[in-house]
């Protein structure tokens, strides 16, 4: 990468900062608008055709990956153009991708006993137990602190997207599990002599090593899918939706409905709910009589 895309790199990302984005936003984009100036040879001093052939490279990628590619190249050219570093825009003439409603894709019960079974390390089950029980994803299960812990009201403290930090309820085994973690230290903390605690990236990919040490070879099931379990087994056992989505911290509830798959069983006993009629045996015309 040359000199002056990496300053301006640098750049988009205080301003984000200063935006207050969320790390994983941040981080994110870098990596796509990183491995976009690879590919290109530049990034500052961009054409449109070469965005829109990156967009569109034939590449095994889903359409929800090109529209993420597409927020971070349209947000860092913004930025160029806003800040006159750019004199055009040319993120401007990238079409908009259309992505496939999406589907829930949750872990079933005998995966999440398989995940939790087939040699995972306690530290492992601990992120499992913390993703199927509280729906957290895998930003929020790094940074569990022993100080989240509210014994009194039984609640667990988490920040969601936009750093919003919301208290929900602590699920029993969370509870318990939290008598065997530490009380006022990071319950994943970081190694290698770093201070904090583990990224989200590594709580990903301990839990994809325990997918496959679990014999689990769906390709769609993911660690997420632990919060898409979360959510379909709440709606499953009858809880309102929207108690759904605040236990997701959704902004939407149009996004809760994404995570949550509704069983054959609950199809069934929604359709049957309906009263049945009588309804004759025959239509009665021949016996209504016709006025003269």
């Not at 040879?41 to 993420?68: E, W």
């Not at 930003?139 to 602190?145: F, L, M, N, Q």
């Not at 759904?244 to 902004?251: D, K, M, N």
């Not at 939407?252 to 069983?263: G, K, M, P």
Request: proline fraction near 4%; glycine fraction near 8%.
């Amino acid at each position: 990468m040359h000199d002056h895309d990496r300053d301006a790199l640098a750049m988009f990302i205080d301003y984000q900062r200063a935006q207050n984005l969320a790390a994983t936003t941040i981080t994110n984009r870098r990596s796509i608008l990183t491995t976009f100036a690879r590919w290109a040879g530049t990034l500052v001093d961009c054409d449109p055709f070469t965005l829109r052939r990156y967009i569109g490279r034939d590449a095994p990628i889903t359409a929800g990956t090109r529209r993420t590619e597409r927020g971070a190249l349209t947000a860092f050219y913004t930025f160029l153009h806003d800040e006159g570093l750019r004199a055009d825009n040319p993120a401007l003439k990238l079409p908009v991708i259309r992505v496939p409603k999406g589907k829930p894709r949750p872990f079933t019960a005998e995966q999440i006993d398989a995940l939790l079974t087939t040699g995972a390390y306690t530290r492992t089950r601990a992120m499992i137990l913390l993703g199927y029980y509280q729906g957290f994803r895998a930003s929020s299960i790094a940074p569990v602190h022993g100080d989240d812990i509210d014994r009194l009201t039984g609640r667990i403290r988490s920040v969601v997207k936009g750093r919003k930090e919301v208290w929900f309820p602590l699920h029993p085994v969370i509870a318990e599990l939290a008598d065997t973690m530490p009380d006022h230290d990071y319950w994943f903390p970081a190694r290698g002599g770093r201070e904090g605690h583990i990224l989200a990236a590594s709580v990903t990919n301990i839990i994809t090593r325990a997918k496959k040490r679990a014999g689990i070879a769906e390709r769609k099931l993911t660690p997420h899918s632990l919060r898409h379990a979360f959510a379909t087994d709440l709606v499953e056992e009858g809880v309102d939706i929207r108690v759904v989505q605040e236990l997701l911290a959704h902004e939407h509830l149009s996004t809760t409905q994404i995570y949550t798959q509704v069983s054959e069983r609950r199809k069934d006993e929604g359709i049957r709910t309906l009263a049945g009629r009588e309804v004759l045996a025959t239509s009665g015309r021949g016996s209504v009589k016709i006025a003269a």
